[in-house]
């Protein structure tokens, strides 16, 4: 599967991490299919945000409730590893789903993407679009 990911989402995800080192930064990817077309930012509200991150569960709701209203749809989830690769950890496959959702990890100023599987997440290729 080859996702398309806009230039101004891949420049929002990269500044962010920058802005939220030495935490981790997190938040929802918006798309429609395999297409991301803009991203939620939301406050990382785990206990140890230098090597951990939680979306805070406000922006969730608000987020899911703009979807089912016809809104935006979420197609996954994004965060960044500020003293780490771009890529899933032993910490992200515990805490993953396995529902198929699109995972984005930031770190050295690169984005990778994931499918995440019931077993273990798969890589994603990408073609960036114009906004």
């Not at 991150?53 to 409730?65: G, M, S, V, W, Y």
Request: charged content about 15%.
């Amino acid at each position: 599967m080859i996702i398309e990911v806009t230039s101004q989402v891949l420049g929002s995800l990269k500044s962010e991490a920058r802005n939220a080192h030495p935490h981790e930064c997190c938040g929802l990817l918006i798309g429609d299919g395999a297409t991301i077309t803009s991203v939620v930012p939301a406050h990382n509200v785990h206990p140890a945000p230098q090597t951990h991150f939680e979306i805070d569960p406000q922006t969730l709701i608000n987020a899911h409730r703009e979807a089912r209203s016809g809104g935006p749809q979420i197609i996954g989830y994004y965060h960044s590893h500020p003293n780490g690769q771009p890529q899933p950890s032993a910490t992200d496959r515990q805490g993953a789903a396995g529902d198929g959702s699109i995972w984005c990890i930031i770190a050295n100023d690169e984005c990778t993407f994931w499918h995440d599987g019931k077993e273990a997440f798969i890589p994603l290729s990408y073609t960036q679009v114009l906004s």
